[in-house]
């Protein structure tokens, strides 16, 4: 209640102010992560026809229902985002949508899809000389490549993630680490995962990357059916400080403790620790989540509680459905953006284009002026000596008179 009578006070008052103080209530619900703040900003933006801010709270909202696993209204919005970035020529905030939507076809099992709009990403921001959007658009086709057992392809990407973050001397140099790790582990070169993985404690200390970490090195171990080991790794996490390590993370890791163990009501008790912390991360954690699922319905059919079974059964029925339901509806969204893409790749070649006689014209004026210059000097060299030329004629008439 009290939030909406300060809307109306500030809505009363944005529209006799200046767009100053609409910039004002933006950075707020950035600051507090609110989308129905985000929504109302929106609006007000609007109907004030403030263009940028109209661009940058479709994004905002989108980003928010992102985190919410509403990724179907979030591509809309990213698409409004972009469809503005692109009328006002705002090329880098464009490439940011773009990357952003490809997570979310990635995630929702649109490989191929996914892969493309990150290459639209990475032309983008190629084409605005985005050094650090390039590291983390390469990362992220890093990650893509891993899901489909492209190992080759997602090391390629992650070294040149890698080379950006240390010539920029960034922080994430410990993420790319990371990652290239689990690309090692997956085709069971161990040894060098482990390498990668003591590269990341030196470059980053805290206990978000240390949880990580630690929970990788004991999956690395129980790949190799290590258990004691794997197992020593995983309750390492557990030790530390949990609330600053990432549900991601614990969810693993639970999961990978029910893997180490032989008891069925212990495996139990380790899944549904993990299930905990993807309730409501159905999509943004889809393997997960569903293949959790599926190994709780077996468990609890072993033990013979066959109505916890059937809920795990029925959890799994219903991520599908819905699923589906999505990728129909991410489908028709997808052509909606090859024609907006169309649009932007047009208007992105033409500006190249236009960038690219510029220089041509600005070359031939350097050269002109060059042509020009040498030819005075040359002028002036000759004049000089012919002047001379003179004078020595004029002394030698004198002496010889």
């Not at 409004?80 to 940011?96: I, P, Q, S």
């Not at 014209?361 to 030819?375: E, M, N």
Request: aromatic share 12%; with cysteine.
């Amino acid at each position: 209640m009290t939030r909406n009578i300060s809307f109306l006070i500030l809505y009363f008052i944005l529209n006799c102010c200046y767009a100053q103080d609409l910039d004002q209530l933006y950075k707020e619900a950035v600051e507090l992560s609110d989308l129905e703040l985000a929504s109302k900003v929106n609006i007000l933006a609007l109907q004030q026809e403030n263009e940028q801010v109209v661009a940058n709270s479709y994004y905002l909202i989108a980003y928010l229902q992102k985190k919410e696993d509403d990724f179907f209204n979030a591509v809309i919005n990213y698409m409004e985002a972009a469809k503005h970035y692109r009328e006002m020529g705002d090329f880098n905030n464009l490439a940011g949508v773009v990357e952003n939507l490809g997570n979310i076809y990635k995630e929702s099992g649109f490989k191929s899809a996914g892969l493309k709009y990150f290459y639209d990403a990475l032309h983008l921001k190629e084409q605005e000389q985005d050094t650090l959007g390039l590291m983390h658009t390469h990362y992220n086709i890093g990650q893509l490549f891993v899901d489909i057992d492209e190992s080759d392809s997602a090391l390629m990407n992650y070294r040149k993630a890698l080379g950006i973050a240390k010539k920029l001397r960034s922080n994430f140099v410990g993420r790319i680490y990371n990652d290239m790790g689990i690309c090692h582990s997956s085709i069971e070169n161990y040894d060098v995962a482990r390498k990668y993985y003591d590269s990341v404690d030196i470059s980053d200390a805290s206990i978000v990357t240390r949880a990580r970490i630690l929970n990788n090195r004991g999956y690395s171990y129980l790949r190799q059916k290590d258990t004691l080991q794997a197992s020593k790794y995983f309750k390492e996490v557990l030790e530390l400080d949990l609330n600053e390590v990432e549900d991601r993370t614990l969810s693993y890791v639970y999961g990978n403790l029910g893997n180490t163990q032989k008891s069925p009501g212990l495996m139990i008790k380790y899944y549904e620790a993990s299930f905990s912390y993807l309730e409501d991360k159905a999509m943004t954690m889809s393997s997960k989540y569903y293949s959790t699922c599926k190994e709780l319905e077996k468990l609890y059919r072993v033990t013979g509680e066959e109505q916890c079974a059937l809920y795990y059964d029925h959890l799994q029925d219903i991520f599908t459905e819905e699923l589906i339901e999505l990728q129909d509806k991410l489908q028709s969204e997808n052509l909606q953006y090859q024609v907006e893409a169309a649009t932007w790749k047009l208007e992105s070649e033409l500006r190249m284009r236009d960038q690219i006689l510029l220089y041509v014209v600005a070359a031939l004026l350097l050269a002109l002026i060059g042509v020009v210059i040498f030819y005075r000097r040359t002028y002036e060299a000759r004049k000089k000596e012919g002047s001379i030329l003179i004078q020595a004629r004029e002394l030698k008439e004198k002496l010889s008179s």
